[in-house]
Every structure is written in C-alpha cells, then in structure tokens.
C-alpha cells in the first residue's frame, strides 16, 4: 500500500534525524583519527580493504582512510587493519559526500584512489556514478594542490565517460603520472582487462 500524504513528511523527517546523526557520528570519528590540516590519502568503495592496507603498509608516513557504504565491509577492512597494526589506517562507514562534509577544518585530500566502481551500465542508472562533474566539484574544494585522482575500471563505457568529465571540468584534468602503486584487487583478478587513468587539479 502506498503511503498517505499525511506519512510522507514524517518519513522525511525520520530520514533527516538519522542523516543527523550519522553526520554527528561521522564528523567525530574523523576529527579523532584526521588532525586539523593534515593530508590524506582516500579510497573510496574500499570493500575489505585489501589495496589500502597494503598501501598503508607501504607507505607508513602517509595518513590513509577507507570508506565504503556497506558496514559488514568495513568492519572486514577493520579487522585487517588491526592485524596488520597500522596505526595510520582508518576505515569508516560513509557515503562520499558525507564524508567530505565531516572532515576536519583545513584538512587536504592528497591522493584519491576509486577502483573498479559500480559501473551502473544502464542508462537510467548513470546518475548513481560516483565519477559525476558535481561531485568531482565538491572533492576540489577539500583537495591539495597537487593531489591525484586515480580511477581504474574493468568497464569501458565508464572509462570513456570518466574521461569526458574529466577532460571538460574546470577543476580537474587529465594527468600523465604513472600509477603509482600496484597491488590486485579481487575485482582485479576477476576483470579480463580494465583501463586507467590518473587526473590533478587545475593550476
């Protein structure tokens, strides 16, 4: 049964209050573990957080966080990070957007790692892509100067698409840095062959 027009503004508002208080919760696990103008390096969609625990690993002067939107996911990527004892590793349960919305004042994403997203190949689907000229938009104002955009997919529609967004932003542009660690992924060894590209702010 359809809800009534009289249900629809108390689900809203339902929806508002935990919005609240998932910001309230993120903003303070960020606070604790990100300090005020520190850099950064993000993943976004870290799964069980096999890449970026083996980056943390390999680069251990270098603030890492993970984030992913299914929680089983990210208590996985919790636990091998607590086996590996890596004390500059973090992963929360967050949305993108809302994750850029709770970070620490003055804090400065370095590099950003978005590998083997959800390709949402239907057309009606497309506005779900994380790799959208908005949102692109909304990680600049919280990004360093020289940070890096690296994006691989096993897709190639979404690999052309990627490319036209970055290549029409006023923010971003394409960049000819090489990849700048290496380590398979299980969407990885899964694809038969996946494309790659790596972008920077603007001067």
């Known amino acids: ?30 606070v604790a573990f ?8 993000w993943e976004i969609g870290a799964g069980h957080g096999h ?22 996911r990210v208590e996985r990527a919790g636990r091998k990070r607590d086996r590996a004892k890596l004390a500059n590793l973090a992963f929360f349960h967050a949305e993108a957007r809302l994750f850029l919305q709770s970070i620490p004042p003055g804090a400065r994403i370095a590099e950003i790692f978005v590998l083997f997203p959800d390709p949402w190949p239907k057309l009606r689907h497309r506005k779900h892509r994380i790799m959208q000229p908005g949102f ?36 971003w542009a394409l960049a000819a840095d090489a990849w700048p660690f290496e380590y398979e992924t299980v969407f990885q060894k899964r694809a038969p062959s996946y494309q790659s590209l790596v972008a920077g702010l603007r001067p």
């Open 34 to 41: 990100i300090p005020a103008g520190a850099s950064f390096v």
């Open 136 to 171: 692109l938009a909304a990680v600049a104002e919280h990004a360093a100067p020289d940070c890096r955009l690296y994006f691989r997919t096993d897709f190639g529609p979404y690999f052309e698409d990627t490319l036209e967004v970055v290549r029409s932003h006023p923010r």
């Open 1 to 30: 049964m359809n809800a009534s027009p009289v249900e629809t503004p108390n689900v809203t508002e339902k929806y508002r209050t935990l919005l609240a208080e998932r910001r309230r919760v993120l903003r303070e696990q960020t």
């Open 51 to 72: 890449f970026l625990t083996a980056y943390a690993q390999a680069h251990p002067t270098k603030l890492c966080v993970g984030i992913d939107i299914v929680g089983e």
